[in-house]
């Protein structure tokens, strides 16, 4: 059975940081870009950022270039995203899931439709 856990969202004050993790099972890790993605109230998901399963390359949307750095540990199954110098419109519900970069936007990777619950990231002004 297919699992992607986000975790480790919370309230923080502007300019602050969060760090989530996303545990991965019942598929082969390696073989799938795993990436975040974020729906804030009354707004579409959107993708964030991206890591490819291989080599290590990374996409990040253009709101988070600079603030957010995703990585990933294969030998845990997981993918980080650590997120400084928030702001209130990172507001957002997070969640992790396989990912493609297709026109320069992050989309999800159909081969691997699943999203696991997410995680709140609230960012108080």
């Known amino acids: 059975e297919v699992q992607l856990q986000a975790s480790g969202g919370g309230l923080v004050q502007a300019g602050g940081s969060l760090r989530l993790s996303c545990a991965a099972s019942g598929f082969t890790f390696d073989d799938y870009a795993i990436g975040w993605f974020r729906q804030a109230p009354g707004k579409e998901r959107e993708g964030v950022s991206c890591?490819?399963?291989?080599?290590?390359?990374?996409y990040y949307a253009d709101s988070v270039k600079g603030r957010f750095t995703i990585s990933r540990d294969n030998a845990k199954n997981t993918v980080y995203l650590k997120m400084n110098s928030l702001k209130p419109e990172d507001t957002a519900v997070y969640y992790c899931?396989?990912?493609?970069?297709?026109?320069?936007?992050?989309?999800?990777?159909?081969?691997?439709?699943?999203w696991g619950k997410g995680t709140q990231v609230t960012v108080s002004s």
């Open positions: 890591i490819s399963g291989s080599d290590g390359s990374t």
């Open positions: 899931a396989a990912c493609t970069v297709v026109g320069g936007t992050a989309l999800l990777y159909y081969g691997l439709d699943y």
